[in-house]
């Protein structure tokens, strides 16, 4: 993905609500995707993966959801908490060079109490 | 032990110096990685090693020297660098090449280079 320069775009959302985080990657080649959660001072912490063939997959509290046709793979979190404040990378693999991920842009994700 | 341990967590250096970075896991994973991330910008790929050797250097400038002396860590040597070359530097790793399940990532080291 692209770099958004020095400001990352955020969502804010009040807690409890749902979240939905959005990703456009760019290889339709790619077949191996995860979400990870970055915060503050902290490196990335695996969220979730999915592979291509797969359109959704669930795990606890969160979602993700892969549209291949646009290039599109979104990450709904439910009942967002406090806790999820963080910012929210997605990554993207070709199968056979699983190694060599490359990470979107990124998304801060704010969570009002 | 389910974490990538990386050390010092904060560097200064200056550019005349040589420091190195530290990494380990003691996951049994196979593959281990470097990573540069600068502010509000997502993690930049620079090292992979498979199985303890280099396989893949992302066109990284040779100021920076990685080295796996086994397959529990992962060193990158710095020498000359420049205040550009100041970032949070990450290492992960993955249970083999196929880095699938994703990788772990160490808390990472802030270097800062004056």
């Known amino acids: 993905g692209e770099s958004v320069g020095l400001h990352l775009p955020t969502l804010s959302v009040q807690e409890g609500d749902n979240s939905i985080i959005n990703c456009a990657y760019s290889?339709?080649?790619?077949?191996?995707f995860i979400w990870y959660k970055q915060e503050s001072g902290k490196g990335p912490q695996f969220i979730i993966d999915?592979?291509?063939?797969?359109d959704k997959r669930q795990g606890q509290r969160v979602t993700v959801l892969l549209n291949k046709t646009v290039k599109h793979l979104s990450l709904q979190i439910a009942a967002t908490q406090p806790g999820d404040s963080a910012v929210y990378f997605c990554?993207?693999?070709?199968?056979?060079?699983?190694?060599?991920?490359?990470f979107g842009s990124g998304t801060k994700l704010n969570v009002k109490p | 032990d389910t974490e990538v341990t990386q050390t010092p967590k904060h560097l200064v250096m200056g550019m005349t110096n040589k420091k190195s970075l530290k990494c380990e896991q003691h996951?049994?994973?196979?593959?281990m990685y470097w990573y540069k991330q600068k502010a509000k910008k997502p993690p930049e790929l620079m090292f992979v090693?498979?199985?303890?050797?280099?396989?893949i250097n992302e066109s990284v400038p040779s100021r920076f020297s990685p080295e796996c002396p086994n397959s529990s860590l992962l060193n990158l040597h710095l020498h000359a660098l420049q205040p550009e070359d100041s970032a949070l530097y990450l290492c992960?790793?993955?249970?083999?090449?196929?880095?699938?399940?994703?990788?772990?990532f160490g808390s990472g080291t802030r270097l800062t280079v004056v």
């Open positions: 090693y498979s199985y303890e050797k280099l396989s």
């Open positions: 992960a790793s993955s249970q083999d090449s196929t880095g699938d399940y994703g990788y772990t």
């Open positions: 996951m049994g994973h196979r593959a």
């Open positions: 290889n339709s080649a790619s077949d191996y």
């Open positions: 990554a993207e693999a070709y199968l056979y060079n699983f190694n060599k991920f490359y």
């Open positions: 999915i592979r291509s063939n797969m």
